[in-house]
């Protein structure tokens, strides 16, 4: 008998129906003598619908409030599966991220999870109930409720899992497995057995939202024994996240391929070529809180060089509106937007040990015409920028390149 967290994405949970499907694998795992603690996310869409009415009464919603609104997804979610099982004669009762105690920091929409009292979850496992608490929410120390960022859900279970030293945590959603790269983008994406916590991490924190970054870096805090699976199929073992690399000769050098289309580049072109001018352009965009990922200065001449960085799309206005407050401090000549790039990136830790993987990449990309804007690298990543809307051609054909397909 072991202790499972269970956690259902928002496609699973996007129909009465689904809902009755899940309380049946649910019932099924408990019938085994299993305990079971089940995360769920609002319906399919849900999340989206609340945030856009949100912004029909306050166009830049005020964050408190929004979470407010934001976190009634799952607050409905959790009561219709709890009836679900009710109904098929298990004993069930659900939990919202502040009847848990789910503690967390005050930045709302996105919210660290700090602390969670599991007493009343071990008291109702220990009676024999299966315990539902919505994802994607908690409370901070004065009451307010807080979501935990798009995706959240994901965190919320493995964050449970770690609290209750539970066996694994299964996260179930609409594909069956992490795939080499988004199925939805290449179908001869396969399916892999096994990721590293290492590869995992960066395919989430470089745009692969199977799995929202947090949940990944719980996981690999506490332990937390982690896969991925669909809850359309009866069986298959999805993919397990290890923190072993398997010892496997024929494994490719790349792992998976991650993007993202959330980024938009600005440049700030013809500024002063001299100290200090890095931060004179990057310190009050950090101030204005705006996350800024790929950097690239130019080799100046003549004393004066171009500077280019991404940020979140959404923040794309709000940058350039901090930067043209400064434009005539830091003596730039212009500052641009575009918004319509993404960002591409390989990922694999058998990089480490082999040379030629830029090479291949860059060339697979000029073979297509496909320009490269930016590059940035890790130890286990290279990440382009280039165009929107060579998004799809560049990664299918890298994943070709890097014999990702299907054997
Ligand atoms: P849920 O609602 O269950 O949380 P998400 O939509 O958040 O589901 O995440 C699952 C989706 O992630 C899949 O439908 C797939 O399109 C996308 N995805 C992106 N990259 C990958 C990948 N490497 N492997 C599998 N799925 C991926
Ligand atoms: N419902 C939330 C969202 O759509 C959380 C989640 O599904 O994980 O982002
Ligand atoms: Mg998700």
Same mark, same amino acid.
């Given at each position: 008998?072991?202790?499972?967290?269970?956690?259902?994405?928002?496609?699973?949970?996007?129909?009465?129906?689904?809902?009755?499907?899940?309380?049946?694998?649910?019932?099924?795992?408990?019938?085994?003598?299993?305990?079971?603690?089940?995360?769920?996310?609002?319906?399919?869409?849900?999340?989206?619908?609340?945030?856009?009415?949100?912004?029909?009464?306050?166009?830049?919603?005020?964050?408190?409030?929004?979470?407010?609104?934001?976190?009634?997804?799952?607050?409905?979610?959790?009561?219709?599966?709890?009836?679900?099982?009710?109904?098929?004669?298990?004993?069930?009762?659900?939990?919202?991220?502040?009847?848990?105690?789910?503690?967390?920091?005050?930045?709302?929409?996105?919210?660290?999870?700090?602390?969670?009292?599991?007493?009343?979850?071990?008291?109702?496992?220990?009676?024999?109930?299966?315990?539902?608490?919505?994802?994607?929410?908690?409370?901070?120390?004065?009451?307010?409720?807080?979501?935990?960022?798009?995706?959240?859900?994901?965190?919320?279970?493995?964050?449970?899992?770690?609290?209750?030293?539970?066996?694994?945590?299964?996260?179930?959603?609409?594909?069956?497995?992490?795939?080499?790269?988004?199925?939805?983008?290449?179908?001869?994406?396969?399916?892999?057995?096994?990721?590293?916590?290492?590869?995992?991490?960066?395919?989430?924190?470089?745009?692969?939202?199977?799995?929202?970054?947090?949940?990944?870096?719980?996981?690999?805090?506490?332990?937390?024994?982690?896969?991925?699976?669909?809850?359309?199929?009866?069986?298959?073992?999805?993919?397990?996240?290890?923190?072993?690399?398997?010892?496997?000769?024929?494994?490719?050098?790349?792992?998976?391929?991650?993007?993202?289309?959330?980024?938009?580049?600005?440049?700030?072109?013809?500024?002063?070529?001299?100290?200090?001018?890095?931060?004179?352009?990057?310190?009050?965009?950090?101030?204005?809180?705006?996350?800024?990922?790929?950097?690239?200065?130019?080799?100046?001449?003549?004393? %004066?060089?171009?500077? %280019?960085?991404?940020?979140?799309?959404?923040?794309?206005?709000?940058?350039?509106?901090?930067?043209?407050?400064?434009?005539?401090?830091?003596?730039?000549?212009?500052?641009?937007?575009?918004?319509?790039?993404?960002?591409?990136?390989?990922?694999?830790?058998?990089?480490?040990?082999?040379?030629?993987?830029?090479?291949?990449?860059?060339?697979?990309?000029?073979?297509?015409?496909?320009?490269?804007?930016?590059?940035?690298?890790?130890?286990?990543?290279?990440?382009?920028?280039?165009?929107?809307?060579?998004?799809?051609?560049?990664?299918?054909?890298?994943?070709?390149?890097?014999?990702?397909?299907?054997?």
């Amino acid at each position: 008998m072991a202790l499972i967290v269970q956690k259902y994405g928002g496609t699973s949970m996007g129909t009465p129906e689904r809902i009755k499907n899940v309380a049946r694998r649910v019932a099924k795992f408990k019938a085994q003598g299993h305990d079971i603690v089940v995360v769920v996310s609002a319906m399919s869409g849900e999340t989206n619908r609340l945030i856009a009415l949100a912004k029909e009464i306050q166009a830049n919603p005020d964050p408190r409030e929004l979470d407010v609104i934001i976190s009634t997804g799952e607050q409905v979610t959790i009561g219709l599966l709890a009836m679900a099982l009710k109904d098929i004669g298990l004993d069930a009762v659900s939990y919202t991220g502040s009847q848990v105690r789910i503690l967390t920091d005050s930045a709302f929409t996105k919210a660290r999870i700090q602390e969670i009292d599991d007493a009343n979850m071990r008291a109702d496992l220990a009676a024999g109930r299966v315990v539902i608490v919505a994802g994607f929410q908690g409370v901070d120390g004065d009451g307010n409720i807080t979501t935990l960022g798009r995706g959240g859900s994901d965190t919320t279970g493995v964050a449970l899992a770690a609290a209750l030293k539970a066996d694994e945590c299964q996260i179930y959603t609409d594909v069956d497995g992490v795939y080499t790269t988004d199925p939805r983008v290449v179908p001869e994406a396969r399916k892999l057995k096994t990721i590293t916590f290492e590869e995992m991490l960066e395919m989430a924190s470089l745009g692969s939202k199977v799995l929202q970054i947090r949940s990944v870096e719980f996981a690999g805090k506490y332990n937390v024994k982690l896969r991925v699976l669909s809850s359309f199929q009866e069986e298959g073992e999805g993919t397990l996240i290890t923190f072993e690399e398997e010892s496997n000769m024929e494994k490719p050098v790349i792992s998976g391929i991650a993007f993202n289309r959330d980024e938009a580049r600005i440049n700030v072109m013809g500024v002063p070529d001299k100290p200090g001018i890095a931060y004179q352009i990057l310190g009050p965009v950090a101030d204005a809180n705006v996350d800024v990922d790929m950097i690239i200065q130019n080799v100046g001449q003549d004393g %004066s060089t171009d500077f %280019s960085f991404t940020v979140p799309k959404n923040d794309m206005a709000r940058a350039i509106k901090v930067l043209e407050d400064v434009q005539a401090h830091v003596g730039a000549r212009s500052i641009t937007g575009d918004d319509k790039i993404c960002k591409v990136s390989i990922v694999g830790v058998g990089m480490r040990s082999h040379v030629g993987v830029a090479a291949t990449m860059f060339r697979t990309l000029a073979e297509e015409g496909i320009n490269i804007q930016m590059i940035s690298t890790s130890e286990i990543k290279i990440s382009v920028v280039v165009e929107e809307k060579y998004l799809e051609l560049a990664v299918r054909v890298l994943h070709k390149a890097f014999g990702l397909e299907m054997a």
